[in-house]
């Protein structure tokens, strides 16, 4: 959880081209999380990951603090639902979760500003977003790699 806040409050400082957007690199911890732990792990992670983040960068209870906790929300529960699938791996599960994050961003977004004008940004944030979705996937099977090398896993849950 330390690993995401910390790249929660540098993503603040990397250019995005999306206003008040970031890439979204923490998210590879959640993705972890909800794929060797579970749901509730996984809510946690998110939720203390955008709190500490949010109190650090000075966005905590502003619009952009309750888009992306609504968004890890939703992320997080589609990633478990499609992992329960079998289907998909950590790249197809990043991007379903990356998806349902901009979407309920958006969303969020459009009911505080009381307009739908900020869906123009979905498909541009979408675009973005497979490229960190990827590297998100990549990051998280590394990490389940070393700490099944280094039988951590045995001691997390």
Do not use: D
């Amino acid at each position: 959880m330390s690993i995401s806040s910390v790249m929660f409050v540098i993503e603040k400082y990397i250019p995005y081209p999306v206003p008040a957007g970031k890439w979204g690199f923490s998210n590879f911890v959640i993705l972890y999380t909800v794929l060797n732990i579970g749901f509730k792990g996984g809510v946690l992670v998110g939720t203390l990951k955008t709190l500490i983040g949010s109190i650090f960068t000075g966005t905590i209870f502003t619009p952009p603090f309750f888009m992306g906790f609504f968004g890890i929300i939703a992320a997080v529960t589609f990633q478990w639902l499609f992992s329960k699938l079998n289907f998909f791996g950590y790249i197809g599960i990043s991007v379903i979760g990356m998806i349902a994050n901009n979407f309920t961003q958006v969303l969020v977004g459009s009911i505080i500003i009381r307009s739908n004008s900020i869906f123009s940004f979905l498909p541009l944030m979408i675009g973005l977003g497979i490229i960190s979705a990827i590297i998100n996937a990549i990051l998280a099977q590394k990490m389940e790699e070393i700490f099944n090398e280094s039988n951590f896993g045995n001691n997390i849950s």
